[in-house]
């Protein structure tokens, strides 16, 4: 398990205590400190000292280098068949580790699964806004085989759709590749599953043992406060379009994929159409009561 971290002393010992809560299977459970400035990276190196299982580790110089520099520290690091990831932020339900790899087990020729997270609200009372599962699939049994792209495609669609709770083999992730450095606090998550979900079949699950905590000061809730959103998409957007050109791939599925990437663009490219696109928006929003809290990372 991998968990970057950049001043969140706040959260940080309740994310480790969720999964030094994890029975069943071996595991060890990475620190990546990104250069942190407050009291985070003393309580990380305290957790690790008394529990063998943690490991504490940093970027030479203590520098910050970002959330995708981060991720590949760890998974250089990892010893483990499997890799996971949490946010300093977040939580895991018991058991996540042992359902999670039991559902691989009866799935021996795959390397990728994938659960819904818990957009996690109640943590908070004072907001008064409920929490809310998500749905990545529709209308079959649960796990199911999910093959490429479908997975890209729904969070492409549907923010609200991407990937939290991911499983992933560490010679499937040699295999496609690493998170990308450049970007290094928006997207990065979306820019590597970009790569494991236009490749790779997944077993998906209906459960979720994710808790992702919504709060104003996580890092999609900011930059949109800071209007960076819009920015930060259009460059996950024109990256991926690189990414899908290079791949020459040319099957119908493939083809309708790029299609949707340029459609995306387009009113990020002329901003005259994304705020139509925005006033659109406002209007779905009062009538999907899941709006009502922007999704927060």
């Known amino acids: 398990m991998i968990t970057i971290f950049h001043n969140e002393e706040r959260f940080l010992a309740e994310a480790v205590a969720s999964v030094q809560a994890q029975a069943g299977p071996s595991w060890e459970l990475l620190l990546v400190d990104d250069g942190s400035t407050d009291g985070s990276g003393s309580l990380a190196r305290d957790l690790a000292h008394h529990d063998e299982r943690l490991r504490y580790l940093r970027h ?26 949490l946010d300093a932020d977040d939580m895991w339900l018991p058991g996540k580790l042992d359902a999670q790899l039991r559902v691989l087990a009866d799935h021996p020729t795959l390397e990728v699964l994938v659960s819904p997270a818990q957009w996690w609200r109640s943590w908070d009372a004072g907001t008064g806004q409920p929490d809310w599962v998500q749905t990545l699939v529709d209308g079959e049994p649960s796990p199911q085989v999910v093959q490429p ?90 990256w991926l379009d690189r990414y899908l050109e290079a791949a020459d791939r040319s099957s119908a599925a493939d083809n309708r994929l790029r299609r949707l990437v340029r459609s995306q663009r387009r009113p990020l490219v002329h901003p005259h159409l994304w705020r139509a696109g925005r006033a659109a928006r406002r209007v779905s929003s009062m009538l999907d009561p899941r709006r009502a809290w922007s999704p927060a990372r």
């Not at 030479?60 to 250089?76: C, D, F, K, T």
């Not at 077993?203 to 930059?223: G, K, L, N």
């Open 149 to 238: 792209p479908q997975l890209l495609t729904r969070f492409l669609c549907d923010e609200w759709a991407s990937i939290c709770d991911l499983v992933i083999a560490g010679a499937a992730v040699e295999r496609v590749g690493v998170y990308e450095p450049a970007f290094t606090g928006m997207f990065e998550d979306q820019v590597f599953h970009t790569k494991v979900f236009s490749r790779l079949p997944a077993i998906v699950t209906d459960r979720h043992w994710y808790r992702y905590r919504q709060h104003p000061a996580a890092c999609t809730a900011t930059a949109h406060q800071l209007g960076e959103h819009r920015r930060a998409r259009r460059s996950f957007l024109d």
């Open 60 to 85: 030479r110089g203590g520098v910050n280098r970002g959330m995708s520099a981060s991720r590949n520290l760890g998974i250089a690091e990892a010893r483990g068949r499997w890799l996971t990831f």
